[in-house]
Nanobody, 121 residues
Framework: QVQLVESGGGLVQAGGSLRLSCAASGSILNINSMGWYRQAPGAQRELVGSVISGGITNYVDSVKGRFTISRDNAKNTVYLQMDSLKPEDTAVYYC???????????????WGRGTQVTVSS
């Protein structure tokens, strides 16, 4: 079984910063991509950013230049550094990873439970 546990959400004023962390644990053989999605009230879940095992990153246009995603492969952990936060960044942020487990031997998609980020104006 695989678990993704997020931490680091909270309340911050506009212009401030937060750093999210997500650690994957369990019977992990390999991790391909790790990333962050977010879902605001009444909206669909959207990709914020992702990083593949080779270190290549991808971001949604609205966060480019403000958010930075990074990964510690030794710790099976992905981070999201969020700077210059805006009220429209308010959402529940979900960690996502594509993982191959020792038991299954196939690639599967895993999700964390989410962490709330609220940016006040």
């Amino acid at each position: 079984q695989v678990q993704l546990v997020e931490s680091g959400g909270g309340l911050v004023q506009a212009g401030g910063s937060l750093r999210l962390s997500c650690a994957a644990s369990g019977s992990i053989l390999n991790i391909n991509s790790m990333g962050w999605y977010r879902q605001a009230p009444g909206a669909q879940r959207e990709l914020v950013g992702s990083v593949i095992s080779g270190g290549i990153t991808n971001y949604v246009d609205s966060v480019k230049g403000r958010f930075t995603i990074s990964r510690d492969n030794a710790k099976n952990t992905v981070y999201l550094q969020m700077d210059s936060l805006k009220p429209e960044d308010t959402a529940v942020y979900y960690c996502n990873a594509v993982i191959r487990t020792r038991a299954m031997g196939i690639w599967s998609n895993y999700w964390g439970r989410g962490t709330q980020v609220t940016v006040s104006s």
